[in-house]
Nanobody, 123 residues
Framework: QVQLVESGGGLMQAGGSLRLSCVAS????????MGWFRQAPGKEREFVAA????????YYADSVKGRFAISRANAKNTAYLQMNSLKPEDTAVYYC????????????????WGQGTQVTVSS
């Protein structure tokens, strides 16, 4: 069992930066691929970024490529999402998720989810 807790969300002006953190419980964090997803009001959940268990491979949605960076610190059981050049359309609840296996952009392939953290970007 893995429990995930996100933090770091908040209100930011367009063009600003935020860093989200996702702390995982358990001793096997390093064996899980991690992903970040988001859901805006009235919209379906969408993939944002994913990182392999080792941290050496990353994958991004086109909408955030070049602006967001996913990383992880296995010694700290933590995954991060650095968000730069924020846009109003980035406003959403952001969720981290863990998958026992290779990383994926498909949410239904993840085994564990956090409760989410709100990110609001004003214009």
């Amino acid at each position: 069992q893995v429990q995930l807790v996100e933090s770091g969300g908040g209100l930011m002006q367009a063009g600003g930066s935020l860093r989200l953190s996702c702390v995982a419980s358990g001793r096997t964090f390093s064996s899980y691929a991690m992903g970040w997803f988001r859901q805006a009001p009235g919209k379906e959940r969408e993939f944002v970024a994913a990182v392999s268990w080792s941290g050496t491979r990353t994958y991004y949605a086109d909408s955030v490529k070049g602006r967001f960076a996913i990383s992880r610190a296995n010694a700290k059981n933590t995954a991060y999402l650095q968000m730069n050049s924020l846009k109003p359309e980035d406003t959403a609840v952001y969720y981290c998720a863990a998958r026992a296996g290779s990383y994926s952009e498909l949410g239904n392939r993840y085994d564990y989810w956090g409760q989410g953290t709100q990110v609001t970007v004003s214009s």
